[in-house]
């Protein structure tokens, strides 16, 4: 049974309605009549979980429905729990390492991730293209955790006890040479 999804009207969705995308079960976004937000639930598997990434002009709210991790924003660490809530402003690292299998509902405003993965579904998922996947992260102002080395990583460098174990990382932080 599905229920009605006009754009302009409101809807009830029972806990297992709603569209399937991706590894997503869309509960609200532009697609099912809402402009300014979307609403998530997903499932994240034990040892997997959200990658760390950032969304460059949408805040984020996740709300721990069952399971158990460990959740990041910017440089705070922590369990999180059933009940837990992590919330994300706009532009801020985060993700969620999953100590156990754990399901979310996630909220986002305004609504570029969903949009992201809808158009990210369409160009095949994670069998798309590299090149395409970043395409369509760019196109919705999202940062994936190679942005985030590139940013942290680039021109600094490392320094080990013996001075030939020095690494330092070029303008995109991802290739190192070891002195």
Request: with cysteine.
């Amino acid at each position: 049974r599905s229920q009605s999804t006009d754009s302009g009207k409101g809807y009830i969705l029972d806990p297992n309605e709603g569209q399937k995308v991706l590894s997503h079960l869309m509960k609200v976004d532009p697609e099912m009549g809402s402009s300014r937000l979307a609403l998530g639930k997903q499932r994240l598997r034990k040892g997997r979980g959200i990658s760390l990434h950032s969304h460059d002009a949408e805040d984020e709210v996740l709300y721990v429905i069952s399971g158990r991790g460990i959740g990041v924003v910017g440089e705070v660490e922590r369990e999180v729990v059933p009940g837990s809530v992590i919330y994300v402003p706009q532009g801020a690292w985060h993700g969620i390492q999953c100590l156990e299998e754990m399901e979310v509902i996630w909220i986002v405003s305004p609504p570029n991730f969903a949009r992201q993965l809808r158009d990210l579904q369409a160009a095949g998922g994670d069998s798309a293209p590299e090149s395409k996947r970043d395409e369509i992260a760019r196109k919705h102002q999202q940062s994936d955790g190679g942005a985030f080395l590139r940013a942290v990583l680039a021109g600094s460098k490392w320094k080990g006890q013996d001075p030939w174990l020095r690494v330092a990382f070029d303008v995109t932080g991802l290739e190192a040479t070891v002195e």
